[in-house]
C-alpha cells in the first residue's frame, strides 16, 4: 500500500547534491506511521492508553539518488508478525517507479509508561495478517 509521498528540498541534501540519508529514514519513518494508522492503531492510543512504537531495527538499502524537486513516494507492507512485534518492509521510489531505497524496520508494540513490550492488539494482529507479504528486500 501507498503510505508516504513528498517532494525533495534543498534542505534536505548533503553537499553531493542529493537527498541526505536522514530523510530517507524520515520519510521511512512516516510511512510506518501510516501503515500502522491502516492497520488500526491510533495515536490517542498514547494517551489514553499509554501505548506505542519502538523501533528496535532498521536495515537499509540504497539503490539510486534522488536530487532536489524528486518526487518519490513510498509502499509499505508487512513482512512478519511476531507475539509483541511487527518487521514491515517499506520501498521507497522516484515518480518513475524506479527503486531508490528499501528499508526493513522491526518494531515491537510498546507500554509507553512501564517502558516494556506488549502483546499485540488482536485488531492490529487480524490486520497486519490481511497485508503479509513475504517479500525480501534488495541486497537481503
Known amino acids: 500500500m501507498r503510505t508516504y509521498s513528498a517532494v525533495v528540498y534543498p534542505a534536505a541534501c548533503d553537499a553531493m547534491g ?3 540519508v536522514q530523510y530517507y529514514v524520515a520519510a521511512f519513518d512516516q510511512a510506518m506511521w501510516h ?3 491502516a492497520l488500526g492503531y491510533r495515536t490517542e492510543w498514547q494517551k489514553e492508553r499509554g501505548e506505542g512504537w519502538a523501533d528496535v531495527q532498521h536495515n537499509v538499502s540504497f539503490s539510486k539518488e ?5 518526487l ?3 509502499e509499505s507492507a508487512v513482512s512478519n508478525i511476531g507475539g509483541k512485534s511487527l ?20 518494531s515491537v508494540y510498546f507500554d509507553l509508561v512501564e517502558r516494556k513490550g506488549l502483546v499485540l492488539p488482536d485488531e492490529i494482529r487480524l490486520n497486519a495478517e490481511k497485508h503479509l507479504e513475504h517479500k525480501k528486500l534488495p541486497g537481503n
Open 66 to 70: 534522488l536530487a532536489v524537486g524528486s
Open 18 to 20: 542529493h537527498m541526505n
Open 72 to 74: 518519490f513516494y513510498v
Open 35 to 37: 501503515l500502522v494508522h
Open 87 to 106: 518487521t514491515s518492509f517499506h520501498r521507497l521510489y522516484n515518480i518513475n517507479g524506479e527503486l531508490s531505497a528499501s528499508n526493513e524496520i522491526k
